[in-house]
């Protein structure tokens, strides 16, 4: 039994009207600050050229643009949850979403690639602050039987980020230079920021002002830094006794926090949510989902560029196959999971994502657009799948007065993965062809698709469970 399963049906306490149009702003402000943190990454690949040749930058230092970001992100994304539930999303939303359009801006005016990196850094602060908002906000307002449909939509705006983030940096650093990808975000951010502090939208609050753990926030912090530093720096040459020093900071900093939160009246991950098994397997469903795809998408692009020879515009369009089946993926599986429950419906995306891998495995000199597009559009439509029917089980069974924290693991998972399967297909192409190291990627999807068994296998059926 765990408290999700057994909470009492959620009602709203305002007049419907009134409902509808705080979820629908809610809605929207999700939208946009995961639109805008998704467009923002995208962006930035295609300008990082350009960038190290205008500022006279080394390409580690380059790296480091992305690097700082990534370490600041994954560090602080549960301890924003944990904010968000004490203090309020909303609040955290915006202050999140503001400081991202200040740190943008900034980065605009960046005079040389020392500033790029800190202010890259303080970006990563503001966006996880903004990320487990995102969805904490969402659990606020909705109900939990149709949270379905606005992950639906947050999920396909994502895809469509992700689609168009190449082109639009590409136009972008082309006819208006490398700052310019830094500023496109600005004004929206600034009104979604603005629009949160003007509208008040009721959440719930705790019944009693728990503890924020900071030493336990600060002993996961050191842990996710440091995994995803040795994670990013694992591909270059030479580095073993760093890679094994980093793998041991990261195993003793995780000791002393699981230490901590077994004594510690208040810890920073609630027992609650660590009790409920949706949660869990849900989360490890989306570190392996994420960690396939992104895994197989950095062979693939190495595959087009380097044995096809296809320049980046080309590669992009032979690939985008994926992004148009991730955004066709939300509204259908979301529909889907609600005919077949959540477990069938994840299983089945894990199952496409493997599928994709493997047939990308058996590409060669000889394979054409055709033949790409098949695959990428596998990896698209499983990945889509997985993200909103897995995203939308962990937010739906987390305790009401956990979202946070929740999101930021959601989220965690989301950022961790990327990293772990990049690292992970850099380590075995360096041993191995590519075909083997793809069939080892579709292995962690079908890991995922096994934690998929383990998840609820229908709402109806999860909400009577005595």
């Known amino acids: 039994m765990t408290p999700a399963a057994t909470s009492a049906p959620e009602t709203v306490t305002e007049d419907a009207p009134r409902s509808r149009r705080h979820q629908r702003l809610v809605l929207a402000g999700s939208i946009t600050g995961a639109v805008i943190v998704a467009v923002d990454g995208t962006v930035l690949t295609m300008a990082q050229p350009t960038l190290q040749r205008d500022l006279d930058a080394s390409l580690a230092q380059v790296q480091w643009t992305s690097t700082a970001y990534l370490i600041a992100v994954a560090g602080l994304l549960?301890?924003?949850?944990?904010?968000?539930?004490?203090?309020?999303?909303?609040?955290?939303?915006?202050?999140?979403?503001?400081?991202?359009?200040?740190?943008?801006?900034?980065?605009?005016?960046?005079?040389?690639?020392?500033?790029?990196?800190?202010?890259?850094?303080?970006?990563?602060?503001?966006?996880?602050?903004?990320?487990?908002?995102?969805?904490?906000?969402?659990?606020?307002?909705?109900?939990?039987?149709?949270?379905?449909?606005?992950?639906?939509?947050?999920?396909?705006?994502?895809?469509?980020?992700?689609?168009?983030?190449?082109?639009?940096?590409?136009?972008?650093?082309?006819?208006?230079?490398?700052?310019?990808?830094?500023?496109?975000?600005?004004?929206?951010?600034?009104?979604?920021?603005?629009?949160?502090?003007?509208?008040?939208i009721p959440e719930p609050r705790p019944a009693t002002a728990a503890g924020l753990d900071l030493p336990g926030a600060a002993l996961l912090a050191a842990a996710l830094m440091c995994l995803v530093h040795t994670l990013v720096t694992l591909p270059q040459p030479g580095r073993p006794a760093a890679t094994a020093a980093g793998f041991a900071a990261t195993a003793v900093a995780a000791a002393a926090f699981v230490h901590r939160q077994r004594r510690t009246t208040s810890p920073l991950i609630p027992p609650s949510v660590l009790r409920t098994p949706a949660v869990t397997h849900g989360l490890g469903v989306l570190l392996c989902a994420s960690a396939a795809l992104f895994g197989a998408l950095f062979l693939a692009t190495y595959l087009l560029q380097d044995v096809l020879a296809l320049d980046p515009l080309t590669t992009g369009l032979w690939m985008l196959p994926l992004a148009v089946t991730m955004v066709l993926a939300a509204p259908a599986s979301a529909a889907l999971a609600r005919r077949q429950g959540p477990r069938r419906t994840t299983a089945a995306g894990m199952t496409l994502l493997?599928?994709?891998?493997?047939?990308?495995?058996?590409?060669?000199?000889?394979?054409?657009?055709?033949?790409?597009?098949?695959?990428?559009?596998?990896?698209?439509?499983?990945?889509?799948?997985?993200?909103?029917?897995?995203?939308?089980?962990?937010?739906?069974?987390?305790?009401?007065?956990?979202?946070?924290?929740?999101?930021?693991?959601?989220?965690?998972?989301?950022?961790?993965?990327?990293?772990?399967?990049?690292?992970?297909?850099?380590?075995?192409?360096?041993?191995?062809?590519?075909?083997p190291t793809l069939a080892a990627l579709a292995g962690i999807a079908l890991l995922g698709a096994f934690l998929a068994t383990r998840l609820p296998d229908g709402e109806r059926r999860a909400r009577t469970r005595p």
Not at 367 to 396: I, R
Not at 412 to 419: K, L, S
């Open 78 to 200: 549960v301890l924003a949850g944990r904010l968000g539930d004490r203090y309020g999303h909303r609040r955290l939303f915006a202050v999140g979403i503001l400081g991202f359009a200040a740190t943008s801006a900034a980065l605009g005016l960046a005079p040389g690639i020392g500033w790029v990196i800190a202010l890259r850094a303080a970006q990563g602060v503001f966006g996880a602050l903004l990320q487990p908002a995102t969805l904490g906000m969402l659990r606020a307002v909705y109900p939990r039987d149709r949270l379905g449909g606005p992950l639906a939509l947050r999920t396909g705006a994502i895809g469509l980020a992700a689609a168009a983030g190449p082109l639009i940096g590409g136009a972008l650093v082309t006819h208006a230079g490398w700052r310019s990808v830094f500023l496109i975000g600005v004004v929206p951010a600034l009104a979604a920021g603005v629009l949160a502090l003007a509208v008040r």
């Open 354 to 435: 493997a599928l994709g891998a493997l047939a990308m495995s058996r590409l060669d000199q000889g394979s054409g657009a055709w033949a790409t597009g098949v695959c990428c559009a596998l990896l698209g439509a499983g990945f889509g799948t997985v993200m909103v029917t897995a995203t939308t089980v962990v937010v739906q069974r987390a305790p009401r007065d956990a979202a946070g924290v929740t999101g930021g693991l959601q989220q965690t998972a989301m950022n961790t993965g990327p990293a772990l399967g990049v690292a992970t297909a850099t380590m075995l192409t360096g041993l191995t062809a590519p075909g």
